[in-house]
Each structure stands twice: as C-alpha cells, then as structure tokens.
C-alpha cells in the first residue's frame, strides 16, 4: 500500500487537474459517490452533514445533494466564511441554492443548538469540516463545532481525514472528529495510520486521479531527495 503525505496529495490533485485536465469538480463528484457507496442506505435515513468552506466542505456539500434527490432527510450545516469558499464549493452550493436545499449557516453559539437537534435525530454524520487543507490549530467555533459533534453524534463518518486531524502525523490540532469510519481519497495518509481513535475504520476509496498523477509526483519528490543528499 502506498502511504503518503498531504503535500503529495495536494501535488497528485492538482496534476490530475492542472496537467491531465480533469476538472476539480470532477474528482469532487466522484469523491461524493465513493463516500455513498460506504453508507448502507437502505438502513440509514437521516443525515446531519457538516461542511467547511474549502473543498472537503465541497465533497460534503455534493455528497449532501446526492442523498436529497435519493429523498433522504439531510439537515446541511456550514461553518466558515461564505465570501471564502473555493471554487467547486461554491458551484455545488450554487446547486443546492437551486435545488431549495437549505442549509444553517454556524455562525454563533446559538446555532449550536439546532445542530445539537439535528445530531440527536440523525441516523448518521458527515464530518467534512478539513481535510488535507488544515493549517492550524482548531479554536473557537470550529473547535465547539467538533466537540458538539463529537458529543451527540451516534456515528460519524469522516470525508477524506477526521476534521481536525493532520494527515501527514496523526497529531490532534486542539481537538478531532472522532469517527467510526474514514474515507480517504486516492491513497492513504501517513497521519491517518498513527490515530485509528479518530479515524476508526479507514477505507481508501479511488476517486479518478490517474495512476500517471501519483507516478509524477512521487519520481519528482524521490529525485529532489536525492539531489539534496
Ligand atoms: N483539490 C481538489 O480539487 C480536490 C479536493 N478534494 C477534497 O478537498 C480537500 C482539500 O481541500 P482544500 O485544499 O480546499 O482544504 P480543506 O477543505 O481541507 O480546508 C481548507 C479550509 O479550511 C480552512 N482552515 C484550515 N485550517 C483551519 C483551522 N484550523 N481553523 C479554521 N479554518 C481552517 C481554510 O481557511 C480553508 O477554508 C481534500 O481533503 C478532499 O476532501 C476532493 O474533492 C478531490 C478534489
Ligand atoms: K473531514
């Protein structure tokens, strides 16, 4: 099994995308429908699902659209800068918009307490908060966010890393999603495999990215290793 870091997976997307020309939302899409597949829908009805504004939030946010015109109950939260979404997460939100798929926006304490609702009644949970784009520590509201989830989740399943988990050492950023399963897109991650408390089950799910992407990428960084020793 090839195991890998989020730099080479941020590398491997953006050859797919930028050099073989697969569009984002593409991959984005298949990513929705590799995370569906996972989920026993004839048993699981209700659905809370979290999303940031970056492209994990995008993931969920497509995976969120595929279970409502499958007539699922899907109660969508965001958190994060609306004026700061990227690209594809914010054409699937245009999407949804369309759809009259609503969603609650998490921008005080107070919203706390509808998603406090949402998770009591919900079959299951969609953590797509980060991904393999955290930066920094989790504070304020995404930290109370992730502990709300945490405590009223029945079961959490995580898109592509445990939000608030760094993939490349298993470390906890402030504090994790604590799932019973994580999909994890294109290959494994290094810090995935030091923390199986938040990732639970991890399943490594293929979501388009040519074979030629990983290829490139890891030759690259192998010969940069060896002109630097
Ligand atoms: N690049 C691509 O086109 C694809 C990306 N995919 C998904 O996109 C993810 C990566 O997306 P991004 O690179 O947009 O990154 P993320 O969506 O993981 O996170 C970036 C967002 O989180 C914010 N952020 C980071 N650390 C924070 C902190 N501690 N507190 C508060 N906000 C914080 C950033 O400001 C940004 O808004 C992958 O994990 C995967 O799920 C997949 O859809 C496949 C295609
Ligand atoms: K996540």
Same mark, same amino acid.
């Given at each position: 099994m ?33 995370? *569906?597949? $996972?989920? &026993? #829908?004839?048993?699981?009805?209700? %659905?809370? @699902? ?6 994990? =939030? ?60 949402? *998770?009591? $009644?919900? &079959? #299951?949970?969609?953590?797509?908060? %980060?991904? @393999? ?6 504070? =304020? ?43 994890t897109f294109h290959h494994m ?13 991890i399943v490594v799910e &293929? ?23």
């Amino acid at each position: 099994m090839l195991i890998i870091n989020c730099d080479e997976m941020k590398a491997m997307d953006s050859y797919a995308i930028n050099n073989i020309g697969i569009p984002g939302i593409v991959l984005m899409e298949n990513a929705a429908h590799r995370v *569906l597949t $996972n989920i &026993d #829908l004839d048993n699981t009805n209700s %659905f809370t @699902i979290v999303c940031g504004v970056g492209n994990n =939030g995008g993931d969920g946010l497509a995976i969120a659209r595929n279970l409502s015109l499958k007539y699922k109950e899907v109660n969508l939260f965001i958190i994060g800068d609306l004026n700061k979404g990227t690209q594809n997460f914010n054409t699937n939100l245009n999407i949804l918009n369309n759809l009259g798929v609503k969603f609650t926006h998490i921008a005080t304490d107070e919203d706390l307490t509808q998603l406090k609702d949402s *998770l009591n $009644n919900s &079959d #299951l949970t969609i953590d797509a908060i %980060f991904g @393999i784009g955290i930066t920094r520590e989790v504070g =304020g509201l995404f930290h109370k966010t992730i502990d709300t989830i945490n405590k009223y989740s029945t079961q959490t399943l995580a898109v592509d890393i445990p939000s608030g988990l760094d993939g490349n050492t298993g470390n906890v950023l402030g504090i994790s999603i604590k799932a019973y399963k994580t999909i994890t897109f294109h290959h494994m991650k290094k810090g995935l495999l030091k923390n199986k408390d938040c990732t639970g089950e991890i399943v490594v799910e &293929d979501i388009g990215i040519p074979d030629k992407a990983t290829k490139v990428i890891i030759e690259n960084n192998n010969s940069q290793d060896k002109q630097s020793t």
